[in-house]
């Protein structure tokens, strides 16, 4: 049998890797191509800057389930 939540939680996983990689790679080198290296290095800073408070919430969120977890173990 197959087990839908794992697949569905994977291919997310996929999209959102992809669509980040496509981001950071697509969008920081037509800046270099375009603009130069300075250029393309504020737009990784920038790039990270904006992706750090999704990253934060995310690790918040892992936190909280981590010990619901862990106090629901009983």
Do not use: E, H
């Amino acid at each position: 049998m197959r087990d839908l939540r794992r697949y569905a939680r994977q291919t997310n996983l996929r999209l959102i890797v992809g669509a980040l990689l496509l981001v950071f790679v697509i969008g920081d080198g037509l800046i270099y191509v375009i603009y130069g290296p300075a250029s393309a290095l504020m737009g990784l800073i920038c790039l990270l800057a904006g992706l750090s408070p999704i990253l934060l919430i995310l690790l918040a969120l892992a936190l909280m389930d981590w010990i619901v977890k862990r106090a629901n173990r009983d």
